[in-house]
């Protein structure tokens, strides 16, 4: 009878720790374990007095939380952090060779924001206000950063 109420313990144990560690914010583990350990303090109550129930729920809630804080303090969400950084930036300027003036054909449907082909390479546009059907030309008016404002011709 000691072994099923280990068991169910250290089970009940490792599942609420992989509810802390591994899957957080699911809450089925956690319930899950905190059922299993709570049947097995109950089965020491019933099987083995209230003596050795009283032993089994010190011990259970003492090696939770030992348990808890351990896995806490230790570099365990270090591990499990993600650590690599993101290069890119949004709203850096246009690396193509479009000038004011340039002219091109639209690629897509500009409503108001499309693709547009100007010498070879296509890019992202967005009209003044218009939509702008796809196979017709356009005109570059204006460049601000990133944004490139076309109007039709």
Known sequence: M??????????????????ILVIPGTGVAGVLGFALMAVGVWIAYRDQGMVAGHWVLSATLAVNLVG??????SKTWKK?????????????????????????????????????EFNDQLLEVTTQSQFIEPKKEVEIIHIEGNKIIVKQI
Not at 4 to 11: D, E, S, T, Y
Not at 68 to 73: K, M, N, W
């Open 2 to 19: 000691w072994s099923i109420i280990l068991v169910l313990v250290v089970i009940g144990f490792l599942m609420l720790l992989l509810e």
């Open 68 to 73: 808890i804080v351990v896995a806490l303090r």
């Open 80 to 116: 499990a952090a993600l650590t690599t950084e993101i290069s890119g930036k949004a709203g850096q300027n246009i690396d193509s060779n479009v000038q004011v003036g340039d002219r091109g054909i639209t690629i897509s449907r500009c409503a108001p924001v499309g693709t547009v």
